[in-house]
């Protein structure tokens, strides 16, 4: 063999393994790709998951409030007044204060319920 038939075949052989290299490379990352794809998946899920969650308890509260069946326009705005209200740390804490003692009071009442049940 010459020289030159040589250094091709060299050549051939490390431009094969570079391309080999290269292969593992590009499937290692598609499964990385796939994986974070798979992930922002999940992440996307529990989001939406959550923001289900709590639209759901403020249905609920608003249900305990006895607004719910008000007419949506009239809804939002009193939210949107209610917003301005809360926006003042002296309001704000007494409306929480006032809010936590009827759900304190609630979860006594369900307990309570549920112990008669029981019984």
Same mark, same amino acid.
């Not at 794809?37 to 006895?66: H, N, P, V, Y």
């Given at each position: ?16 393994? $570079?391309? @080999?290299?290269?292969?593992?490379? +590009?499937?290692?990352? *598609?499964?990385?790709?796939?994986? #974070? $794809?798979? @992930?922002?998946?999940?992440?996307? +899920?529990?989001?939406? *998951?959550?923001?289900?969650?709590? #639209? ?54 369900r307990k309570a319920k549920k112990v008669q049940e029981a019984a």
């Amino acid at each position: 063999m010459t020289k030159i038939t040589a250094m091709g075949a060299f050549m051939a052989d490390h431009d094969d393994k $570079q391309m @080999a290299k290269v292969k593992k490379l +590009e499937e290692q990352i *598609k499964k990385k790709q796939l994986a #974070l $794809q798979l @992930a922002q998946g999940r992440i996307r +899920e529990r989001e939406r *998951k959550q923001r289900t969650r709590r #639209l759901i308890e403020i249905g609920g509260l608003a249900d305990i409030a006895g607004i719910s069946e008000l007419d949506r326009g009239a809804l939002l705005g009193g939210f949107i007044e209610v917003s301005k209200l809360l926006s003042d740390g002296l309001t704000y804490s007494k409306m929480k204060a006032e809010g936590d003692a009827l759900l304190k009071e609630r979860e006594t009442e369900r307990k309570a319920k549920k112990v008669q049940e029981a019984a």
